[in-house]
């Protein structure tokens, strides 16, 4: 059974740092592309981070680009993403996603596997 689980959402003041992770299980982790996505209210879901695992391979959309780390922990089956001086545009639901090819998904209909998501809210 696939499962992703996300953690280390809350509630972040602006400027400080937010790290999420997320718990992989049922597929062969090290072979997937792990992907990190936000849903702000009324917004499509878009993805902020991707991480092909079997090339050690990460990339960033342009606006966390510089701010944002995102890592893969091939003996846990856990990929973390770390974003830097956070504002309230960052507010959002962040959603991890896998996905069986080895690119960069640019739509959701690319991604196999979701987890439940985690609400982040930057506010002071």
């Known amino acids: 059974q696939v499962r992703l689980v996300e953690s280390g959402g809350g509630l972040v003041k602006p400027g400080a740092s937010l790290g999420l992770s997320c718990a992989a299980s049922?597929?062969?982790?090290?072979?997937?592309?792990m992907t990190w996505w936000r849903q702000a209210p009324g917004k499509e879901r878009e993805l902020v981070a991707a991480?092909?695992?079997?090339?050690?391979?990460?990339w960033y959309e342009d606006f966390v680009r510089g701010r944002c780390t995102i890592s893969s922990d091939h003996a846990a089956n856990v990929v973390s993403l770390w974003l830097n001086n956070v504002t309230p545009e960052d507010t959002a639901v962040y959603f991890c996603?896998?996905?069986?090819?080895?690119?960069?998904?640019?739509?959701?209909?690319?991604?196999?596997?979701w987890g439940q998501g985690t609400q982040v809210t930057v506010a002071s």
């Open positions: 996603g896998a996905t069986r090819r080895r690119i960069i998904p640019t739509n959701t209909t690319l991604v196999d596997f």
């Open positions: 049922g597929f062969d982790f090290s072979t997937y592309t």
């Open positions: 991480m092909v695992n079997r090339q050690n391979y990460a």
